[in-house]
């Protein structure tokens, strides 16, 4: 079983999704964890007093991603909650599809902005925190299939999101020697609301067709995956894509 105990881990974006499964499981292994919304306040702390019914410490933080100042204040309200950080967990992310000719500069800025600019300011925010420590710690971010093999029609995203994969390898080597692992977990198609709008223009059961286990992902298949990695489980991992497709595309 993974544990967590003793661990403080802050999820950026933990309101919703991905990010809030992670953050029920890694409490559920034992961790302290503090989410970070943009605008449903309501749902990060129904999240958070889901943690403290379980018997662990849960903190809720502000933050617009692309916002560095936001960012800076939310990574250390957290580490200060949670008496220090061990995690952090990048989930927070705009994903939205639009053929190119339809793509405005401002919404690829956007897109940017919130899922590639909004995990280097997560990264460096928490870089402080885990090196005052000086016991090391591990770094998950929220990359995409489609940052791997591209998606027709998703450009921004799809360059967003590979632009994190390539972040992410960098950080892994710039931050070896202090013993930060760096790694990103990699979903498919995953029901979340913010898939959910995508996927039904595209047509559901077309999309679960691509899928040999014949379903899209959940929630807390990805969750898994990062819980992993945030454990000793994962001591000697770093500078990897963690893949959670189902088996879509066979990579190896």
């Known amino acids: 079983m993974i544990d967590l105990k003793g661990r403080r881990i802050c999820i950026v974006g933990g309101s919703r999704g991905i990010g809030r499964a ?4 890694a409490a559920g ?15 990060a702390r129904s999240v958070a007093d889901q943690i403290e019914a379980l018997g662990r410490k849960a903190c809720v933080v502000r933050a617009n991603v692309s916002d560095e100042a936001e960012v800076n204040s939310a990574v250390d309200a957290a580490a200060k909650a949670l008496g220090g950080l061990d995690g952090l967990v990048i989930s927070a992310g705009i994903f939205e599809g ?8 401002e919404f690829w800025n956007e897109t940017i902005a ?9 990264v460096k925010a928490a870089l402080p925190h ?4 000086g016991t090391g710690g591990s770094i998950v971010i929220y990359t995409s299939t ?3 093999a591209g998606s027709g029609g998703f450009s921004a995203y799809a360059a967003s999101k590979a632009g994190q994969i390539g972040f992410m390898r960098s950080m892994a080597k710039e931050l070896a020697a202090d013993r930060i692992r760096v790694n990103c977990v990699a979903p498919a198609w995953t029901d979340t609301d913010l898939a959910r709008g995508p996927m039904e223009r595209i047509g559901r059961d077309k999309v679960v067709a691509g899928f040999p286990l014949g379903r899209i992902g959940r929630p807390e298949d990805a969750a898994g995956a990062t819980v992993y ?3 000793d489980l994962a001591q000697f991992v770093t ?9 879509k595309d066979m990579r190896g």
């Open 130 to 133: 885990f090196k005052r420590q």
């Open 29 to 43: 292994a034992g961790g302290d964890v503090a989410l970070s919304y943009h605008t449903d306040h309501a749902a």
């Open 22 to 25: 992670a953050a029920l499981m």
């Open 146 to 148: 489609a940052g791997q």
């Open 229 to 231: 990695l945030l454990s």
């Open 98 to 105: 639009r053929p190119l000719e339809g793509t405005s500069l």
């Open 239 to 247: 500078g990897i894509t963690l893949t959670v497709d189902g088996g």
């Open 114 to 122: 919130v899922n590639l600019t909004g995990t280097f300011l997560a």
